[in-house]
């Protein structure tokens, strides 16, 4: 085996899953793709939606099929973000507890909430990719989430018991004692096991959706950035650096790359990076050591490490939150080169081959949020969970634009709040960095003494 990638060792920038998906190539040969030309982009049309991702193909499907006529723009290429860049896991889960979403919205609300998080949105995806033949190596894995300490299993032991009274979900505790027949590390004080959530490629499961949107008769464009809206007397109109569209209505589903164009929206989205990477193709014999269950795996920990194998089941692919800003990417390649040894410290030498990043949307209430400002729609703020609540609740708020009742959602009636510190670019970052990486340390200190 060769030895660990170092600075000096530049593995690919471009993720591991557009080996097998580029995002460029998904459209490239679509005849309502177009181009970038500026007598392509439609006068008018009844919906724009500015971002091509998952929220925003998901969006533009529901309202093609209702017969809306809907164009898609995009920075970059559809999909170019955080759709292609995941870890591909699916299943969600929130950092508030039954109790702390009782005190927020109500008992009726929480409950909502919960519900919609932990089954319909996992149900809706799992109904979509059947429904759209969407080939994306989906697999229903189950996801292992590994404890930071003794202290922290019993409190999530005693949380998914009070979840279980109003949510009828499948969970198990796995004690540390028999963790090994699921993860092969000590490293973990037992962990939960969440054995409906799953796993699948990104690339191609954004692919599979988008072209889902085109078959329904949604159009799209990529390397069409939205560089001004505002509001006329039928609508809105959209400027583009390729000619200006008028809409009836425009969905904003830009999540962590919300820019300045949309600056109320951008004041209450923390875009924070997460870095990920792909090793080389190790043994059977070694990843079936390391994965013996072959799951989902998370951690309770604030840098918050997660992977799985690959789908070929011939790679460890693993992501962490190396920085919450942008740092250089070979620090980043040696920080999870680093946590690699840490969690499984007989590993031995291992290369990676891949090291990216790509940009999550934080709310700051940890919640998705689905509604109106200025009259503009928006479905953003998954928090981690976009492969699973950004198609759920792109739907939804297409069904909402549409007038439907099956729009109804309780992320309508989440918080999504600004702070008077956030002016745009996250500029507070670091600091929060800094700050996780002493509790984490704190933790470990805690652990081990």
């Given at each position: 085996m060769t030895s660990a990638s170092t600075g000096s060792e530049r593995p690919d920038t471009d993720p591991y899953w557009w080996e097998a998906q580029r995002p460029e190539t998904t459209v490239a040969d679509t005849a309502n793709a177009g181009d970038d030309l500026a007598e392509d982009l439609p006068d008018r049309v009844d919906v724009l939606v500015v971002g091509a991702g998952l929220t925003g193909a998901s969006a533009a499907r529901t309202l093609a099929k209702n017969g809306a006529?809907?164009?898609?723009?995009?920075?970059?290429?559809?999909?170019?973000?955080?759709?292609?860049?995941?870890?591909?896991?699916?299943?969600?889960?929130?950092?508030?507890?039954?109790?702390?979403?009782?005190?927020?919205?109500?008992?009726?609300?929480?409950?909502?909430?919960?519900?919609?998080?932990?089954?319909?949105?996992?149900?809706?995806?799992?109904?979509?990719?059947?429904?759209?033949?969407?080939?994306?190596?989906?697999?229903?894995?189950?996801?292992?989430?590994?404890?930071?300490?003794?202290?922290?299993?019993?409190?999530?032991?005693?949380?998914?018991?009070?979840?279980?009274?109003?949510?009828?979900?499948?969970?198990?505790?796995?004690?540390?004692?028999?963790?090994?027949?699921?993860?092969?590390?000590?490293?973990?004080?037992?962990?939960?096991?969440?054995?409906?959530?799953?796993?699948?490629?990104?690339?191609?499961?954004?692919?599979?959706?988008?072209?889902?949107?085109?078959?329904?008769?949604?159009?799209?464009?990529?390397?069409?950035?939205?560089?001004?809206?505002?509001?006329?007397?039928?609508?809105?109109?959209?400027?583009?650096?390729?000619?200006?569209v008028q809409a009836d209505d425009v969905l904003m589903a830009t999540n962590g790359y919300t820019t300045a164009a949309m600056r109320s929206l951008q004041r209450r989205i923390v875009p924070v990076r997460s870095y990920v990477a792909a090793t080389e193709p190790l043994s059977a014999n070694l990843l079936g050591a390391l994965m013996p269950g072959r799951r989902m795996i998370v951690e309770t920990r604030n840098r918050h490490c997660y992977y799985r194998l690959s789908p070929d089941g011939t790679r460890l692919v693993f992501g962490a939150r190396a920085a919450l800003s942008q740092i250089p990417q070979a620090s980043a390649t040696r920080i999870i080169h680093g946590l690699i040894q840490e969690i499984f410290p007989d590993i031995g030498p291992v290369r990676l081959t891949h090291s990216w990043s790509g940009r999550l949307g934080f709310s700051f209430a940890l919640m998705p949020h689905v509604g109106r400002i200025d009259g503009v729609w928006h479905a953003m703020g998954f928090s981690g969970s976009g492969n699973t609540m950004a198609p759920y609740l792109g739907h939804k708020a297409a069904l909402s634009m549409l007038g439907s009742a099956d729009g109804e959602t309780a992320y309508t009636k989440t918080d999504f709040p600004t702070r008077f510190w956030h002016f745009g670019p996250p500029w507070f970052l670091p600091f929060a960095d800094a700050k996780f990486r002493m509790l984490d340390l704190r933790d470990d200190l805690q652990r081990t003494g």
């Open positions: 006529s809907v164009l898609m723009i995009d920075a970059e290429a559809p999909g170019h973000g955080a759709s292609s860049r995941n870890g591909g896991m699916v299943g969600t889960g929130y950092r508030l507890s039954l109790d702390q979403l009782t005190e927020r919205h109500g008992a009726e609300t929480a409950h909502a909430l919960l519900r919609e998080a932990h089954i319909d949105s996992l149900d809706f995806v799992k109904a979509l990719i059947r429904d759209e033949a969407i080939d994306c190596d989906f697999d229903v894995t189950g996801r292992f989430s590994g404890q930071r300490s003794a202290a922290v299993y019993e409190e999530t032991a005693r949380s998914f018991e009070r979840l279980q009274t109003v949510v009828p979900i499948r969970w198990e505790m796995i004690p540390r004692d028999r963790q090994r027949a699921e993860i092969g590390t000590d490293f973990y004080h037992g962990g939960l096991l969440l054995p409906d959530h799953a796993a699948l490629h990104p690339a191609k499961y954004h692919a599979g959706l988008l072209t889902a949107a085109l078959r329904a008769g949604a159009r799209v464009r990529g390397h069409t950035p939205m560089t001004g809206i505002r509001r006329t007397g039928t609508g809105f109109s959209i400027k583009t650096p390729h000619g200006v």
